[in-house]
């Protein structure tokens, strides 16, 4: 790639366009995705601490039998909770979070495609987030397991507000989800720099566009289910009640329709992450770049295909369970490619043995874990005795904590130095991989052993001599292990803020866009916009590989926040797009849909009412044209 | 309670004969799990399972194993689980090793430490066909295959079912009703379900409430219980002994608390069961049970629970009628002894929080006598 | 330079059929489409398992349904002419499309309206009528929705906003209004028209 620099008239003129706004109006009107993208890792994180708080309190009550430090009904808030937070409100978000931050630098953009869309996607995201866990202030968090089973979740079976705060919440949480997720498929086909075609971009892009995709189509199922189940709970409706014409495996197809794409929505990016990460420390480009990216694509379409599988106890037709057996098993084969690639890519490499490359290796090995021990739930009659014990808890958290939460740590020792401009500790981090891996496999396998002796998941006790006390010591220890960890990175972020050295543009020497930038980028991302010529644009002296096509020389552009639009495919220069300024809209849309969810949740309707309208006059604010499109000659002084 | 490893439904047990005699059954664990990885076999995998063995045979000892089967079905899909088990434990081994391998292996040095050249070196998309594509995709033809035999095999009883059993969840206990028995048509207990060895028998499972699930790992897999639905499944118990069930679905506040037992027994003994389960409750012999009948009544006990052969006959919790021949009380919360019993009767929401069973206030001489007489309830 | 050249070939904001906010809508419309699909799968999902006659409540009458199809199928036609007019520069006929749009869908939404008030059920009676109520409702939501569209879109019209070539806006809420039109055909398929096949 043509790396320009530009003059520093220009860069200053650029800063002065990009700059969000100083004070208090900034941090409510900030549309820049780097400020969007940390603030989501930074939201998300915190869910992930407090869903690790409710963690660690559940396995001191499960360290030892027949303790009853917690209540019933904590506990099983506890659990609800615990799955809610780190599924919902942080395996996706701090996905959402790097991918903001890191897609414009990577496709050599701007910023994304809508930037107040952007924005809002956040707020909304911090807005559902206080909104779920405002029932824990007044004690009625939701009680009835992430997949609230009905009809133990209508209201003749759980009169409180735990599981409206569900509901509401779920919904509320997948606006913030959907329209997240058009934001990144736009932002993929029409945003790209000039010369990166499609089998050209970063892996990431491929993750994340399939979860977007993915979300697109699966998110509507879990707002059509909880609006359901709200409409059942608050107005006397029947959709889950079998008395009266309803079924209560309904609400299990239409869960479970959303509920397992949304298993690939938050590894699909993560693995994203690992495939750009590895080729760096492996010094070799990404072995099979095609199969990778087809793989991911692939899994996306066959994760709308296996939803039953969740259902293989409830008494389905043998035909239809085989089938689901099956689709299954087919699964793994996608996952089985990326690994493959994975282990080439470091086999015929050189790699070194940075930080984020232990974590890669960990998580390599925990994804193998994960898939197995799903497959193994894939033949239906082994499934009927796995199937809600403790074993399902040990999959689903080798699932997140081995394909969701190794890659995400492996990015912050990987790109921190890029959003921050120091580095983190090599010492620490390889300490945190250790307590990390060793924690988790100590906390999170012997979870398999207590499944096979016939623990079932969600009990608040056992009693002793059910032949389950070792396993769950063991587990017990092992998540204080993995806890002391997460507290040593903390502790290492905090410390390279001030004393970490400097990261300088490109630390680790990779070969993608978002490492010709200085760390932390400028506000406006480039100067000039990159024209890309290979998949490995920082590489590409060193590949010997004559460089395809040649890039146009590109202009600064600098008339006002723009960036190109690019065809879908080709990614040919089509239009410069203007980007909108600092805008308040977003934060207050997300305000009057907090309004609107507080009055559904109270039954206040003047309040929902308010809140609608809110909603209502703000879009049309928003949409108002600011640059009244009559001045079309001053809009597009350049066309012929 | 103490807390040495014993088996917990058989516990501080006593006074009831028909149980009395039967010993819990040791699980075939550690033997199963000698055969199948064996070393020179599985290489990797059988030295990840030795380092479990200790913690496994540790661990389980008295558990509710799905590897400690006593019956037909719950055999079959052992055998099933162990095949998924290995081949997961040799693939693991495998990638483990290729990893580690593939990072610390030795390469060819290059001629100056400045040459940073990067290269698309080596036959990657080999590694990808064929570890990634078809060797998986054999394997889970063959896993799929076997998954297929087996699941015909456990579809159905190998003969007629020789008795059909109603289980009702409840939010959190489980009746049970013999169908077909007896001048009412039916035997109603709790909590304790007897079966004859070597003979299938049918559960059809319906719900009161919410959705719970039929578990008892050592005889056969889980079936979901679900409101609107009567699910059937059928089980055979191989061996005699007395096998832990629990609710499987999370149905609620004391989801914990919601297990049951199952007594297998030899035809004969399950007969002679059968027979005394068919009885109306045992006449209040003397005076002082007479009392304890009158306690029974006069406390409003008849509102939730049926004895037969009095007017008590409420439908709401469990059956007393021979509450005495039963090992556990509270869906197994507790052994059934007078004094958990007189503890259960008096403050049930402290051992079961939430449960329906309210707490009763009753004089130190009424509880006496109405535990006097629910101990001559067999 | 070859720089200034890339520069004066490249329109700025082209605003038309590939470009990002198209995209945007087109998405949208494709999970608001999801939406649907999960209810009406819920709809025949509860029918299939039903026990005894469905709908419950005998086959939903077709005198005020089939009319207000109709009616809704031609506000796509005047959305469509409306359109077109200002693709050829021609306010007029944008404003007067718009503007007869607007007039259907309220006619659309009261008639449904006079339906709902006809009804001997419920949403609370029985699962059917929750059913037919939430689906009929969330539909009734999304035409009030394209109305407010409308509304905007008909004042900025009146305000000139939008020329032969830059009218992105316009396209875009009538290819909502287009999607609201055939969401009414498959879910009138689905609850009026599917009951009368058995």
Excluded at chain 1, 302 to 308: A, D, E, H, I, P
Excluded at chain 2, 54 to 66: D, E
């Amino acid at each position: 790639m043509a790396i320009t620099t530009a003059p520093t008239a220009s860069t200053d003129r650029l800063t002065t366009i990009w700059e969000t706004s100083p004070g208090l109006y900034g941090i409510l009107a900030s549309v820049d995705h780097k400020t969007i993208g940390k603030r989501y890792l930074v939201t998300a994180f915190v869910f992930f601490l407090l869903g690790g708080l409710e963690a660690a309190v559940m396995r001191w009550q499960l360290t030892r039998p027949d303790t009853h430090l917690l209540a019933p009904e904590v506990y099983n808030q506890l659990f609800t909770m615990h799955g809610v937070t780190m599924i919902f409100l942080f395996a996706s978000p701090i996905l959402s979070g790097f991918s903001n931050y890191l897609w414009p630098l990577m496709i050599g953009a701007r910023d994304m495609a809508f930037p107040r869309v952007n924005a809002l996607s956040y707020w909304t995201f911090l807005m559902s987030g206080i909104f779920l866990y405002s029932s824990v202030v007044i004690g009625q968090a939701p009680d009835g397991g992430w997949f609230a089973y009905v009809p133990m979740t209508e209201q003749a079976y759980s009169p409180g507000l735990n599981m409206d705060f569900y509901a509401l919440g779920m919904i509320f949480l997948a606006i913030s989800t959907t329209i997240g997720a058009i934001n990144f498929v736009v932002t993929f086909f029409k945003l790209r720099a000039p010369g990166m075609s499609v089998n050209r971009v970063p892996i990431i892009l491929w993750g994340t566009l399939s979860a977007s995709i993915m979300i697109v189509f699966a998110a509507p199922a879990l707002t059509a289910s909880c609006i359901l189940l709200y409409f059942d709970r608050r107005f006397g409706m029947h959709f889950f009640d079998a008395a009266n014409g309803g079924h209560p495996l309904l609400w299990q197809h239409l869960f479970w329709m959303f509920g397992h794409p949304w298993v690939y929505i938050v590894v699909l990016p993560a693995i994203g992450l690992a495939s750009d990460m590895i080729p760096t420390f492996a010094r070799r480009p990404l072995a099979g770049y095609t199969f990778v990216a087809l793989s991911t694509i692939t899994t996306a379409i066959l994760g709308f295909g296996v939803w039953v599988h969740h259902m293989f106890a409830t008494g389905l037709p043998q035909l239809a369970t085989t089938f689901f057996s099956a689709a299954s098993m087919m699964i793994t084969i996608p996952s089985g490619v990326a690994i493959l690639a994975w282990i080439a890519t470091l086999w015929y490499g050189r790699p070194v043995l940075k930080t984020p490359l232990l974590f890669m290796a960990g998580f390599i090995v925990l994804f193998v874990i994960g898939g197995l021990n799903g497959v193994m739930t894939a033949p239906v009659p082994f499934d009927w005795q796995l199937t809600d014990s403790y074993f399902i808890v040990a999959h689903i958290h080798y699932v997140l904590v081995g394909i969701n939460v190794f890659p995400v740590f492996g990015a912050f020792y990987y790109w921190l130095p890029k959003m921050t401009g120091h580095m983190l500790s090599e010492r620490l981090g390889r300490w945190v991989f250790a307590l990390m891996f060793v924690g988790g496999n100590l906390a999170f396998f012997p979870m398999h052993i207590a499944g096979m002796l016939g623990m079932p998941r969600r009990i608040y006790t056992y009693q002793a001599g059910l032949g389950w006390d070792t396993v769950n010591l063991i587990t017990t220890v092992g998540a204080y292990v993995f806890a002391v960890g997460v507290g040593l990175f903390l502790v290492d972020f905090f410390r390279s803020l001030r004393h970490g050295p400097l990261a300088g543009n490109n630390p680790w020497d990779g070969s993608t866009l978002e490492w010709s930038v200085s760390s932390p980028p400028p506000s406006y991302n480039f100067a000039v916009l990159p024209t890309v010529r290979s998949r490995y644009p920082l590489w590409e002296d060193r590949l010997g590989e004559a460089p395809r096509g040649g890039g146009a020389a590109v202009p600064v552009l600098d008339d006002g926040r723009e960036t190109f639009g690019t065809s879908a495919l080709d990614s040919d220069p089509e239009e410069v797009l203007r980007m909108p300024d600092d805008s308040l809209w977003p934060v207050l849309v997300s305000l009057a849909l907090l309004i609107l969810f507080y009055g559904l949740l109270l039954s206040l309707w003047w309040m929902a009412i308010v809140g609608v309208t809110g909603v209502m006059v703000l879009m049309v604010g928003w949409f108002w044209p600011s640059r009244i499109p009559t001045r079309e000659t001053a809009l597009s002084p350049r066309e012929p | 309670m103490s807390t040495d490893v014993r088996n917990p439904y058989y516990d501080g047990y006593v006074g009831v004969a028909q149980i009395r005699s039967f010993q819990i059954r040791p699980t075939k664990y550690v033997s199963a799990i000698y055969i199948p990885i064996a070393p020179q076999h599985v290489g990797r995998a059988a030295s990840v399972g030795a380092l479990l063995l200790p913690l496994i045979a540790a661990a389980c000892a008295g558990a509710p194993a799905i590897f400690g089967t006593h019956g037909l079905a719950a055999d079959r899909i052992a055998l099933l689980g162990w095949v998924c088990t290995i081949i997961s434990c040799v693939v693991l081994g495998i990638i483990t090793i290729l990893v580690v391998v593939a990072l610390v292996r030795r390469r060819p040095a290059r001629a100056s430490s400045a040459d940073d050249r990067i290269e698309h070196s080596g036959h990657a998309i080999r590694w990808i066909v064929i570890g990634g594509i078809i060797v998986p995709g054999v394997t889970l033809v063959v896993t799929f295959l076997v998954t297929l035999v087996i699941q015909a095999e456990v579809a159905n009883p190998p003969q007629r079912p020789v008795a059909t059993i109603e289980v009702t969840g409840h939010r959190w206990w489980w009746e049970v009703k013999y169908l077909g028995v007896g001048p009412s048509g039916s035997v109603v207990t709790a909590n304790e379900i007897h079966v004859p060895v070597g003979q299938p028998v049918r559960f059809e499972l319906v719900s009161a409430d919410v959705i719970h699930s039929f578990w008892v790992p050592q005889l056969a897999g889980k079936t979901d219980v679900i409101p609107g639905l009567r699910n059937t499944m059928w089980m055979q118990a191989d061996q005699p002994g007395v096998y832990w069930g629990e609710c499987a679905e999370y149905c609620g506040l004391q989801h914990t608390h919601m297990n049951f037992v199952v007594v297998a027994e030899s035809p004969a003994a399950f007969q002679s069961w059968m027979a005394q389960q068919r009885q109306p409750a045992a006449r209040p012999i003397d005076a002082a049970d007479a009392d304890g009948l009158d306690v029974f009544r006069r406390s409003g006990c008849g509102t939730c629970h049926a004895i037969q052969g009095t007017q008590a006959q409420g439908r709401i919790g469990p059956d007393l009628t021979h509450v005495a021949s039963r090992s556990r009380i509270g869906a197994g919360t507790l052994p059934n002894t007078p004094g958990n019993l007189a503890g259960w009767i008096a403050n049930a929401q402290a051992l079961k929080p939430g449960s329906g069973m309210p707490t009763m206030t009753l004089s130190a001489r009424d509880l006496r006598t109405l535990l006097a007489y629910l101990e001559t309830l067999k | 330079m070859a720089a200034t050249a890339l520069l004066d070939r490249l329109p700025v904001d082209r605003a038309d059929a590939r470009s990002p906010g198209r995209w945007g809508m087109v998405l949208l419309i494709t999970t608001e489409a999801s939406f649907f699909a999960y209810l009406l799968f819920s709809y025949f999902y509860l029918a299939s398992m039903a026990r005894g006659a469905w709908p419950p409540t005998g086959v939903p009458a077709l005198q005020l349904a089939l009319p207000n199809t109709v009616i809704l199928i031609v506000s796509s036609g005047t959305m469509w002419w409306g359109e077109v007019g200002i693709r050829n520069g021609n306010q007029g006929r944008l404003r007067l499309g718009l503007l007869v749009t607007l007039v259907l869908g309220l006619t659309f939404l009261t008639i449904q309206g006079v339906e709902y008030s006809r009804k001997t059920f419920t949403p609370a009676s029985s699962a059917y009528g929750s059913l037919f109520f939430t689906i009929t409702g969330f539909h009734g939501a999304h035409v009030f929705a394209g109305l407010l569209m409308n509304v905007v879109i008909q004042v900025r019209a009146w305000l000139g906003h939008f020329t032969a070539r830059r009218h992105l806006a316009v396209s875009n809420i009538a290819l909502y209004w287009h999607f609201v039109d055939v969401v009414w055909i498959v879910v009138f398929a689905s609850l009026y028209l599917t009951p009368r096949l058995g």
